[in-house]
């Protein structure tokens, strides 16, 4: 073991690991002690140059757990921000996990100006270090390399090359169309009792599909009839035509796309993954025009989930070729988190509580550009999640006016549902979402959201059930192609 200034604190003895330590709370005199010191010598630390709070020291450790703790002024103590425990006699310490690779240990600047800014990035990687370090212990798994995870992300890549949407057609099964001349409130009753979130828009009288019907669309409506001030009148949408309702959006939404977009049957999985990513789509018409046909045939709705299953078909029994798999789901980034967890700068999640107002949480879904939000109780315990597509249970009672939407809760948007018993494949917990931990693998969580209906992971910590973060399937390819 070396203190700062020794031969050894760079290299580090054979089987030694060379580690930092840092007080970063001020003091006139601190030192360092822990189990690698056997809790009776102490090592000073030195004061960073340009500030007199900050203070270090690097050790060359074993690898493997250590606890430790500071003496500040003669005083026992801990660094409330880094990880820390209760041990055996009671007694608060710090705590690590030394592994063989060497730590990145980054020298202290000497600039007074960018001195503050430059140890509390730091200090908050060091704290992130440690992280993710436990969730790899807890885990189980082993660091991949920079050049592995490369590897990975390239293997998935050829097979997204080499592979066309005609694998993404299931065995069988049925697509549902909408005729662009239904009245809305038929069309979206539809989604509802078909347990699908959109649906393709076919003009009889230009024998071609012209666009897509989504609950995006649904909650649009609702907001522009809230905004008059008004309880929805029920016959409007009784009697407005879809077609009718895309012309009217076309003036209201400048986004508005104004021609369907579809991939064909021999178009790569790459180009279908780039087209439901860069156009911001949750599913994609499969389209095949037979020889001297003038009608297009309908084959299938592709969407991120059968992507993600034929990855995990192809890849399974070779889990060699894409070892980032293994890693832990919290130590990369992926998803979206709370703050505390969320990376400095990132988006952090936004959390609905079940008493908020649904024409709230419907904002938020549209300005967040998400698809689903996670609802908790009083105390931060997860719920439910309330996601886009639930909206269109508003539309299925056909003999009530549609409630205001700054009346409803959504704890009362989603009992709208329940108590219609749907029975359409979104309907139980297990496809509305599932649940991880930061220490379940990438591999655990790409397996479970390629299941049918299941779009998001919801994270929670293990013994509180507090939400921590979701992940999506967007956020899942973004990573793997980024």
């Not at 995990?312 to 060699?320: D, L, S, T």
């Not at 879904?365 to 315990?381: H, K, Q, T």
Request: negative net charge; proline residues 5%.
């Amino acid at each position: 073991m070396f203190g700062e200034g020794s031969s050894g604190a760079g290299v580090g003895t054979t089987g030694l690991v060379p580690t930092r330590f840092v007080w970063p709370h001020g003091g006139r005199r601190v030192y360092l002690c822990g189990d690698f010191t056997r809790w009776q010598e102490t090592l000073p630390l030195s004061p960073v140059e340009g500030s007199s709070s900050v203070f270090q020291v690097i050790c060359s450790l074993s690898p493997g757990y250590h606890q430790y703790k500071f003496i500040v002024d003669g005083e026992w103590r801990h660094d409330e921000q880094q990880a820390h425990m209760v041990d055996t006699n009671g007694n608060v310490n710090n705590w690590l996990l030394v592994t063989k690779q060497p730590h990145h240990i980054l020298p202290p600047t000497s600039d007074p100006v960018t001195l503050g800014a430059t140890m509390d990035v730091d200090h908050d990687m060091l704290h992130h270090i440690v992280t993710i370090l436990a969730l790899m212990a807890e885990s189980g798994a082993t660091i991949v390399t920079a050049a592995e995870a490369e590897a990975s992300k390239k293997n998935i890549m050829d097979f997204l090359l080499n592979h066309s949407a005609y694998e993404l057609l299931p065995e069988s099964g049925k697509v549902v169309a909408l005729d662009v001349t239904l009245p809305v409130k038929q069309a979206f009753h539809a989604l509802y009792e078909q347990g699908i979130p959109a649906a393709p828009l076919w003009d009889a009288a230009a024998q071609q599909f012209v666009g897509m019907l989504t609950a995006s669309d649904f909650i649009t409506i609702l907001q522009q009839l809230e905004s008059n001030g008004a309880v929805f009148p029920e016959e409007e949408l009784e009697t407005h035509t879809i077609a009718e309702w895309k012309e009217e959006k076309q003036g209201l939404v400048a986004t508005t796309r104004h021609s369907l977009v579809s991939v064909g049957p021999d178009d790569t999985l790459r180009h279908v993954v780039d087209e439901l990513l860069s156009r911001d789509i949750a599913q994609l018409p499969i389209l095949y025009y037979p020889a001297h046909a003038l009608v297009p045939e309908l084959l299938h709705l592709a969407c991120l989930s059968d992507v993600l299953k034929c990855i995990c078909r192809h890849f399974r029994h070779v889990p060699a070729s894409v070892p980032l798999l293994s890693q832990p789901i919290g130590t990369l980034r992926v998803g979206t988190w709370v703050p505390g967890i969320a990376e400095l700068g990132s988006r952090a999640l936004r959390i609905l509580r079940g008493d908020e107002r649904l024409s709230q949480a419907l904002a938020v879904l549209i300005e967040a550009r998400v698809s689903a939000l996670p609802i908790v109780d009083e105390n931060g315990v997860f719920q439910d999640v309330y996601a886009r597509r639930d909206i269109t249970a508003l539309a299925r009672d056909r003999t009530h006016m549609l409630p205001q939407l700054n009346e409803l809760t959504v704890n009362q948007a989603l009992q709208i549902g329940a108590a219609q018993d749907w029975t359409g494949s979104g309907s139980s917990s297990s496809s509305r979402y599932m649940m991880c931990l930061r220490s379940d693998s990438l591999r655990y969580v790409i397996e479970r959201l390629a299941l049918p209906g299941v779009r998001r992971l919801i994270c929670i910590e293990a013994g509180s059930r507090q939400v921590e973060g979701i992940i999506t399937l967007r956020d899942i390819f973004h990573f793997l192609l980024a």
